[in-house]
């Protein structure tokens, strides 16, 4: 599946994120945030550091954090909202702008973003802001954050008339992955974030999918499977941005199953009925099926797909969405609204075979909305 990965004797995973001055590494690993204060000591001698967080990561993981960067002589301020998408908005933004400042957070000081993928968005904006721009430490304690959110440099808060409307590319300085932070986690968060694992292979790499097929009930369970797993989805997602840091071309891929995910998301009203990644999961499904309808794809790619991530006890089906979903009628509208449509063609995340996709910014509304009349049906 790839040349090996750096791994240093002390047995973390290095993925470089190659940016010419803005590169950066991820380090994976067990315990990997024991390192986070030698390694800011290093990358910034004299920092002091905000460390942004919420009320749940901080009750499990601020005291810990806040003493590794002490034993490194690092002052730290701790920044806590409440968990929960909520955070991302105006209101959140300005408090957490304002604590910054208030903490006298300098142009060669810190922040540390300590949480799943709202307070890394948040954290990044906020950086990418004070002071026209403040370097920051992604810790991300998800799954989901650590394999995609956390890398990238997407940060950004919601308007009230969309998602992530509101942002900055403001890329990190080094993300610690601490796979063992992942014990905690509930498990429904935990094969939510699958599915963002599962897509890396579902887009560019068939032989991860085939190793995931084969080993995913080893990720779940911890140990080196899991951490293989970030690894190499890490190192996915660092060679697209690196390749397409803007979203002008390639980084779309990693949007596959998003467009169809994100309708039943919305229409959920971004609630525990769908999770972002179980949305992702019926989103890469109805992408493979839509791809076969269209005769892009055939043999039993889409088979393969549906059975691994059921498999995995993830939704595969419209009907496996909590309380109902929206009409056609509304989830075209969520899909114009998510991927503009451009001289009356939609753009999707298409495939020609598992780790096959590509950009398609050809396809006909009136198709999407034909099949997904027939998938409501049947
Ligand atoms: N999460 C998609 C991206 O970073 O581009």
């Known amino acids: 599946m790839t040349a090996p990965l750096r791994q240093p004797a002390s047995g973390e995973t290095i993925v470089p994120v190659a940016l010419g001055d803005r590169a950066y590494d991820i380090v994976i690993g067990r315990d990997a945030i024991v390192t986070l204060g030698s390694r800011i000591k290093t990358l910034r001698p004299g920092a002091r550091v905000a460390i942004l967080t919420d009320d749940n990561v ?8 806040t003493d590794i960067l002490k034993a490194s002589g690092i002052e730290s301020t701790p920044i806590v909202v409440k968990p929960g998408e909520s955070s991302k908005g105006y209101a959140t933004f300005e408090t957490v702008c304002e604590a910054i400042i208030a903490a006298r957070i300098e142009r060669s000081d810190l922040i540390v973003a300590l949480g799943g993928g709202v307070i890394g968005d948040l954290a990044g904006f906020a950086a990418a802001s004070v002071r026209r721009g403040l370097d920051f430490v992604q810790v991300p304690t998800s799954l989901l954050a650590q394999v995609d959110s956390s890398v990238g440099g997407k940060t950004g808060i919601n308007s009230r008339q969309g998602k992530n409307l509101i942002g900055a590319f403001h890329q990190p300085i080094l993300v610690i992955a601490d796979t063992a932070v992942l014990d905690t986690l509930p498990a429904r968060e935990f094969r939510a974030g699958y599915a963002e694992v599962a897509k890396y292979g579902l887009l560019g790499d068939a032989d991860f999918f085939a190793w995931l097929e084969t080993n995913w009930r080893d990720v779940f369970a911890g140990g080196a499977a899991r951490e293989h797993a970030i690894a190499v989805s890490c190192r996915a997602k660092a060679a697209i941005v690196a390749r397409d840091e803007r979203e002008t071309g390639d980084r ?18 971004f609630s525990q009925r769908l999770l972002h990644g179980e949305a992702v999961s019926l989103g890469c499904v109805l992408a493979y099926e839509f791809s076969e309808r269209q005769g892009l794809v055939g043999g039993n790619s889409v088979a393969r797909v549906r059975a691994h991530l059921a498999d ?26 998510d991927k503009k449509v451009k001289r ?30 027939d998938k409501r049906a049947s």
Do not use: C, W, Y
Not at 58 to 65: C, E
């Open 58 to 65: 901080a009750a499990t993981h601020l005291a810990r954090v």
């Open 252 to 269: 779309a891929l990693l949007n596959l199953g998003h467009t169809f995910g994100h309708a039943f998301e919305a229409g959920a009203g």
């Open 312 to 337: 995995a006890g993830l939704p595969t089906k419209i009907s496996d969405v909590q309380g109902g979903t929206p009409d056609v009628d509304r989830l075209m509208e969520l899909i114009a609204q």
């Open 344 to 373: 009356g063609k939609l753009t999707f995340i298409l495939v020609r075979g598992v780790g096959q996709a590509f950009v398609a910014n050809d396809v006909d509304p009136a198709a999407i909305r034909a099949f997904l009349a």
